[in-house]
């Protein structure tokens, strides 16, 4: 084994169902006495009854967080934590909650509280996103990292199965990339392996019936194992692939990761032998890119870039920014090779070298 450095940051975790129950209790551990209720607004009425839940915990709702996190939204959010005198956020609902909590989190040192109701991951990670004059920038600070995460499964319920599927295969997306990351060690390969390996088998069971409450706690075990992986390990080409792609054409943030994973991890593959092998083991597949992008289809996610609203005169422009500011990834990053890899994205083709 080649030597390596292990330290990992993580936030508290309770974890069931009916956990939510305890979110009173893990306020009052926190040591704070009234905490800012986040949502969106489609899961506002859920975060009223989180609310009601806190009594005189709670500060209040604030119900209008969005995807990628503008700035406006942020410094609102912000204003009204500072107005109501909030000492604590609760972010109840994906990645788009949990981001706009961690941007409070960014300016304030808010201590975050995040009860994830969808398999993004986010609340594993020190990363933050915020989008200002139409760009998305990205970041890692611990301020960010929320201090617990209240991960109860009934709450996924709710979530419907065509976002459950490229929610899950989203996570399945951080795990892919840890086991080939630079900076990648032992155990967060184990952590990826295994959180690939609960969302395989939990993804089709809930396709099957969204209510099989068993699928959907192995579904939020894999992507809290995910999460972890993220967090802890440099991203490299899928990610920024798909932060180009969402953040420069607006796309769906899950249905991005879906489509292009398969590519991404081809392209990688000559390079990353032994995390194909790994991704392989847990999918149950001969070859990890072609057995993703199957399991994706049977599962009714979509598969290419051109049926989920990318411009194919987009295509060239990714490839000019994706090879513009290099990063570490396994296989150099070669403009030829990645505009083919983008059309076969944008087509739905198998994936390829
Ligand atoms: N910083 C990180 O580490 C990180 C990691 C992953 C994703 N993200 C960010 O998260 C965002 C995407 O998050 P997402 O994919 O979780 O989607 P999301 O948070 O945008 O949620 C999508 C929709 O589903 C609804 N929803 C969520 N849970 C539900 C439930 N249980 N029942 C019914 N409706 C539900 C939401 O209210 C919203 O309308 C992107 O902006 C992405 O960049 C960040
Ligand atoms: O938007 C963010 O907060 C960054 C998103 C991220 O790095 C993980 C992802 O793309 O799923």
Known sequence: MTPFTFQASLPRVVFGPGTLQQLPAEVERLGAAKALVLSTPE????????AELLGAR???VFARAVMHVPI???REAREEARRLGADCAVAIGGGSTTGLGKAIALDSGLPIIAVPTTYAGSEMTPIYGITEGGLKKTGRDARVLPRTVIYD???TLSLPVDLSVTSGLNAIAHAAEGLYAHDGNPILSLMAEEGIRALAQALPALHRDPCDLQARSDALYGAWLCGVVLGNGAMGLHHKLCHTLGGSFN?????VHTVVLPHAMAYNAPKAPQAMAAIARALRVDDAPLGLQQLAAELGAPTALKAIGMPADGLDRVADLAVSAPYPNPRPLE???????????????????
């Open 335 to 353: 403009r030829t090779a990645l505009r083919a890899l983008l059309q076969r994205a944008w087509d739905g083709s198998a994936p390829a070298p």
């Open 72 to 74: 406006e939204t942020a």
């Open 43 to 50: 899961q506002q009425d859920q975060a009223q009854r989180v």
């Open 153 to 155: 499964p009934r709450l």
């Open 58 to 60: 709670s500060a209040g």
């Open 251 to 255: 796309l769906p943030h899950a249905e």
